[in-house]
């Protein structure tokens, strides 16, 4: 992977700049190294020396930019599900439908792991870890803030007749869970179904069937939906 | 979790009898064994010598039986998601239509996962390692007959006008997804949403909610399939 394909990358977008000086830059400079690494290995093992050899940083800034590699780990994810969050707020401040956001909203959540195809990896092992206070963090930072637009959403859709009342918290689970297993489970779908790399067609397809799985879950079937606009 | 709740778990329903002997009721007792123990740690490190010691077994034993612990953990594999095929032959041989077999196939995915909380990171694991013969094991075993089955039920429910025009790979991939998450997931329950052990009813509602979210998603509208019907 050139190095310069990170530009294409926005949470990463001023690692090879100038901006950043000292310190942040060299924070900068780790993260946009181990998202690489990540990158080109699949998530696999990626060592502190790797990272820092690949970023050109000593090893001793590790430490002093995260306290440790599960740090360095943490602040990545944080990085990526800050923007899952800033996706739904942009989304928020369009004029449109609950049905025509939720659809953008999955589109959005796909290419994100398209884009960090690792980050599944990041997330089930931080879940699996023993650091009660990592977990938090996701809940407070990506679970809690996604739980309630989706129940704002969900609300909007119901007084609206168009979507069937359903639950907020199983609806995180249920989008979640259709489109990261698709990328978890790549190594699957080579020795299975498809060799050769995800191509862009199959993406656009998994997406089209995703949003059209998800929105008919959610949407109330046309016929109840035209009388409930009707008794509006 | 007590020795004799194994008895409930089908696939190593001999694992404490009289029927099996030598070689091969060491194997069982060691599967029996690194299912207890993975139930117990939530799909945590679980050691050679930890299995062997809670199974009463010499440690050689794991190498004679499986060759090694990914040896173990891959027969521990075979058994459960051979149970998954077992289950959607027993529904192949119901006079069920499509939606309720589909349904019911839903139940059994998740009652699986339940049942084997573990599976998905021993899959996880399996999927993300170097090792190409496993991954195309599982490919044979489990994910062909299961998209080959995904195809025969869409191919039936189109025909009958019940189900819209869906991917049976990418079904594969939305009813695993959104069946698995749920359980991948469940520290970032435990962290944002819900504190304490998941419930009978939390799973019951799960299950609802899922079952819903998937039929709503695979069925095709009711004034269209009402139409499809006439015209038949």
Partial sequence: MKRDTLKLLPPFASAGGDMARGADATREKLLAAAHELLVERGGGHVSVNDICGHAGANVAMVKYCFANKDGLFQALI????????RDIECLDALALAAPEKLKRHVVGIVKNYVR???????????????????VQHLANNFA????????????????RGEFRVIDPTLLFFTVLGMAEFYFTAQPLMRGAFARGKLSQSAIKRFIQHTTDMLLHGVLVPPPQRARARKSQ
Avoid: M
């Fill in 144 to 159: 809690l803030p996604l739980r309630a637009w989706y129940g704002r959403l969900l609300k909007e859709g119901v007084a």
């Fill in 78 to 85: 944080d990085r990526i599900t800050s923007g899952f969050i």
């Fill in 116 to 134: 960090y195809p690792y980050i599944n990896r990041l997330i089930n092992l931080q879940l699996l870890s023993a650091d009660p206070d990592g």
